[in-house]
């Protein structure tokens, strides 16, 4: 009897000891890895379907919000004039519905005139993701700082 | 006979000299070359006249054609400033005025795609690609070529990410 109570109240402590559950968090790079090979295969449909419904774009002085404004004109304005986008990551941090990456891309710019050359630009990006009522995340804001686009050599 | 020689030599220079400047002088008075080599010759010919005493006409002769010489290259030099002002200047109303007309262009293809619909727009905006693309693609190359920088073709397009950018920052 004695052993059994030893038994249960050495349950209890360790029940009461373990620690809670980590949050569900998520793997920032491998939302930020899909949505950057959505932009090199050009498929629309994929990054629509990232976009948080009020999502926010911010360039310079463009400021686009929600996901109509934001897919007509930086998604598909911008995707048949880059090709192989890459990122390089300087800052990442997670929390239970927060993720966000930030870091610099360089690109290749096509040229609109087969006479005019192709171009490299280069830029600095934070994209922001947030989990939506649904338990999926989405793109809540992309910022993006686009430095003068040199003359590809 | 060596006086009469210099005589002949300044009013030859002075007639060739004179005789190119008529052009310009029928456009706007006289040229700055002219200005100088008038001023020049006869500021030389007077200080010729004083310094050499033994043969005043000789000193003035010499001092003329070598002050009317200074005073030309003088004023050619004006001349040449103030052509390559006039040249940048032009050359920047021609730049002010090619982008006036590409965000013309712009807006119209914006206004009219706005009251007619898609179909619309995009027919604006390929019409907007064909007139303003030969102007478009030469300045850009020859811009670019200079530069190391494409172009911002959205200078002065206040939709635009970067309106006041003379070079193209929108890529991603």
């Keep these: 009897m004695k052993s059994f109570l030893n038994l249960l109240l050495g349950g209890a402590l360790l029940t009461a000891c373990s620690t809670p559950k980590a949050p569900d968090t998520v793997n920032v790079q491998t939302l930020n890895q899909q949505f950057v090979e959505a932009w090199n295969a050009k498929n629309t449909v994929q990054l629509d379907s990232l976009l948080a419904d009020d999502v926010q774009f911010v360039q310079g002085e463009a400021h686009f919000s929600g996901k109509a404004e934001v897919a007509d004109k930086w998604i598909r304005a911008t995707q048949n004039t880059i090709s192989n986008l890459k990122t390089s990551t300087v800052s990442t941090g997670t929390d239970a519905s927060l993720a966000y990456e930030a870091g610099t891309f360089s690109v290749d710019v096509l040229p609109e005139d087969p006479r005019l050359p192709r171009g490299t630009g280069t830029g600095n990006f934070l994209l922001l993701w947030k989990k939506n009522a649904k338990n999926n995340w989405k793109l809540s804001l992309a910022q993006l700082e686009g430095l003068p686009v040199q003359v590809r050599r | ?172």
């Design chain 2, 1 to 172: 006979m060596q006086v009469s020689r210099w005589i002949f030599a300044i009013v030859l220079f002075f007639a060739l000299a004179l005789g190119d400047f008529a052009h310009a002088q029928d456009r706007q008075g006289w040229s700055p070359q002219a200005k100088g080599a008038v001023i020049g010759g006869l500021g030389g010919a007077a200080a010729g006249a004083l310094i050499n005493k033994r043969n005043r006409a000789v000193g003035g002769v010499v001092g003329g054609v070598a002050g009317a010489g200074i005073g030309y290259a003088i004023g050619k030099h004006t001349d040449n400033k103030r052509k390559e002002r006039a040249r940048i200047a032009a050359e920047n109303a021609a730049i002010a005025r090619n982008a006036e007309y590409r965000n013309a262009e712009y807006r119209n293809a914006r206004n009219s795609g706005r009251g007619n619909g898609t179909a619309s727009r995009a027919a604006g905006a390929t019409a907007l690609a064909a007139s303003a693309a030969p102007v478009k693609a030469s300045d850009a190359a020859a811009f670019a070529d200079r530069t190391g920088y494409l172009p911002n073709d959205t200078n002065g397009n206040r939709d635009a990410a970067y309106p006041t950018s003379e070079y193209r920052r929108k890529s991603w």
